[in-house]
């Protein structure tokens, strides 16, 4: 990582969403987790696979939840591991295969509020594997 730059980024979008990007280093406690994707049904409008115009998610993915909506594959009934998610969960090197297409609920998933505390969430699920809490924001 780059000197100075913030572990977590936020970028507005132009619906007034706001995506997270984390930075690529020692500081991004990610990429030795992975909790969340192996928790949550990641599921998005359809409209967010490759196969559509501005989508990004390979099709190969994501399963079908009904007519509008998919989501990632191994997530369906949640408590299930993400097929996008390489290495193993709460060790370092675990990373997202496809974090510059990830589907929007993981890049609007904070690790940080913007007053800089913890996920509630990740707080819990690093708990269940036994992973310490996070701490506040660095700097
Ligand atoms: S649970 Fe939180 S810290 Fe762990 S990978 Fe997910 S966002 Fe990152
Ligand atoms: S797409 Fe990537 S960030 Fe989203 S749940 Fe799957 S592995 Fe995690």
Partial sequence: MQENQPVQRLDIQADSRVFVDMANGDANPCLSCGACCQHF????????????????????????????????KGTEAGHGRCIALRGEVGQPGIHCAIYAHRPSPCREYRVWSEEGSPNPDC????????LPPLPAMPD
């Fill in 41 to 72: 049904r990641v599921s998005m409008y359809m409209g967010e696979m490759a196969s559509s115009p501005g989508g990004t998610v390979p099709d190969e993915m994501v399963s079908r939840v009904n007519p509008y909506i998919v989501c990632m």
């Fill in 123 to 130: 707080q819990r699920l690093r708990a269940k594997i036994g």
